[in-house]
Nanobody
């Protein structure tokens, strides 16, 4: 069955960096738009970044622009989220998801069809 699994989360101090990985199995990841989302305790799930399958175009929510970078490695069937200059406000469970309907990505939770189980990112001193 098609699956997504996130990895790379952990505890980091403010200003530090983490790289999250989203590994796909059972399907070819580069055929779909892939999004990264996050959900903090008591908060709604929100879009962070996404990458399109047709031309590799990317989108970032304003709060992470200049700090986060999304990328794709087709040979490894994996999408990454490089997170730099992390802030306590970035603390959340991070999820990756695949959109079966559109090749152009959009940061809308309800658009995505397949979700990974999430990985915890905690930014604290």
């Amino acid at each position: 069955q098609p699956q997504l699994v996130e990895s790379g989360g952990g505890l980091v101090q403010p200003g530090g960096s983490l790289r999250l990985s989203c590994a796909a199995s059972g399907f070819t990841l580069d055929e779909y738009a892939i999004g990264w989302f996050r959900q903090a305790p008591g908060k709604e799930r929100e879009g962070v970044s996404c990458i399109s399958s047709n031309d590799g175009s990317t989108y970032y929510t304003d709060s992470v622009k200049g700090r986060f970078t999304i990328s794709r490695n087709d040979a490894k069937n994996t999408v990454y989220l490089q997170m730099n200059s992390l802030k306590p406000e970035d603390t959340a469970v991070y999820y990756c998801a695949a959109d079966y309907a559109f090749r152009l990505c959009v940061l809308e939770v309800n658009e995505y069809d397949l979700w990974g189980p999430g990985t915890q990112v905690t930014v604290s001193s």
